[in-house]
């Protein structure tokens, strides 16, 4: 943000993490539109994301500085901003589903605004090209943040569609069915998370050789304290989850055994080892799976880690994540345990060379060596890179991590 003589604000680009040549998706103001602070001006996406640049001041829009399909990076200009009182109501590229707010006849709304007063969620650009097109916007489902309608929704309704599947070059095509022939079916187009992760998870189960694990870990001891723990901070607004502790545990473990906190070169002749410990967390949001990375787990406690998952959970639920939050992960845990089942096979999510999968903690019946006691386990499933990883080394950090999780006492050490 850079403020001129004139109370002009150039907008610019903010810390997007590592990504460069990010492409503009959406822009959503024009020149003379009134905005309020933090309202989103472009859309950015990234190959994880979409993120919303906002305005840092109340004002008016002087002057747009880059066009849907522009790519900026950290620091490129996107518009100017006049500072004043802002807006009395939304601009119409934000207007969903809302009554149309009387104009002066001196000032009848522009164009534009016509789809959005009635109920459309989209962008001017979008709504110019679907004039363009002759689409009605209000017959298409959106894909973007807060179901915004984008420019591939509109690409996609005109598109024709292919005879066969697309695949790559030696694996054979799924078969096309006409399944209207036996039915009646209902179209839905995939979220925007779905279309991006996609082609990623695609590419890691066709590229790395996986294997899983399975282990499971008596828990009984620790869910007692982190029920104490979780008691005393609920006053605070955060939760304790189990979540944390499998955090503490999995750094344990991959400091006691750093091939799984590392990548496979490119060329696949050597093994880059990572010195810092960031891991990611699969959270389940509208939209689909996003998996925002916590830095420098090995240096945080139970109760910051809780505090920091509250708050990242929240903002990725929201659509809130910027592309920093997403990036830089060595390792990945994938938590069902909220939902339920006895085990599962998550997908490496590479260039990481490994990920732990969890699900519902069960009481079960343990021989003592005497008798049977109740306790409580936890099942655990580690999917690694068998380039990388092999048999005997997935089953050591596992029972690691299980072998931490069963006295959290070893956490200290």
């Not at 609920?234 to 503490?248: E, P, Q, W």
């Not at 990388?388 to 050490?413: K, M, P, Q, S």
Request: one cysteine or more.
């Amino acid at each position: 943000m850079v403020t001129t003589e004139q109370g002009t604000i150039e907008v610019r680009v903010p810390d997007i993490g590592d990504y460069s040549d990010v492409p503009v998706i959406e822009v959503l103001v024009a020149a003379g539109d009134a905005v309020n602070i933090d309202d989103p001006l472009v859309t950015l996406e990234s190959d994880k994301a979409t993120m919303d640049i906002p305005t840092p001041t109340a004002g008016t829009v002087t002057a747009l500085l880059v066009s849907v399909g522009d790519r900026v990076s950290e620091g490129t200009p996107i518009a100017a901003v006049q500072a004043g009182d802002g807006a009395l109501r939304q601009p119409p590229s934000l207007m969903i589903q809302q009554e149309p707010v009387p104009q002066p006849v001196e000032q009848p709304p522009r164009e534009d605004d016509r789809d959005a007063v009635a109920g459309a969620h989209a962008g001017p650009g979008v709504r110019r090209l679907a004039r363009e097109l002759g689409i009605e916007l209000a017959s298409l489902s959106g894909t973007g943040p807060k179901g915004r309608i984008t420019k591939e929704d509109l690409l996609a309704a005109v598109r024709p569609q292919p005879a066969i599947q697309q695949t790559k070059p030696g694996i054979p095509p799924v078969p096309v069915v006409d399944f209207a022939r036996f039915g009646p079916i209902e179209t839905q187009p995939l979220s925007r998370i779905a279309r991006i992760s996609g082609p990623r998870l695609h590419a890691s189960w066709l590229n790395v050789p996986h294997v899983t694990h399975a282990d499971e870990a008596d828990i009984t001891d620790l869910d007692t304290f982190r029920r104490d723990l979780d008691a005393a901070t609920r006053a605070d607004g955060y939760r304790v989850t189990l979540l944390s502790f499998l955090l503490k545990a999995s750094v344990s473990a991959l400091q006691q055994f750093p091939a799984f906190n590392s990548s496979l070169s490119p060329d696949g002749e050597n093994l880059v080892l990572k010195r810092y410990w960031h891991l990611g967390v699969a959270v389940d949001t509208p939209g689909g799976l996003v998996v925002p990375v916590l830095r420098d787990v090995d240096r945080k406690g139970v109760t910051e880690l809780s505090r920091e998952l509250g708050d990242v959970s929240a903002r990725a639920r929201e659509g809130k994540l910027s592309p920093a939050d997403l990036s830089g992960g060595t390792f990945t845990i994938s938590s069902l345990g909220g939902i339920g089942g006895t085990h599962f096979t998550p997908i490496v999510n590479a260039p990481e060379v490994a990920i732990l999968g969890v699900v519902r903690s069960k009481t079960a019946p343990v021989w003592d060596g005497e008798a049977f006691q109740p306790r409580l386990m936890l099942p655990l499933s580690v999917s690694y890179d068998h380039r990388v990883i092999d048999g005997a080394l997935a089953a050591r950090f596992l029972r690691h991590v299980c072998h931490v999780l069963e006295d959290v006492r070893r956490l200290v050490l």
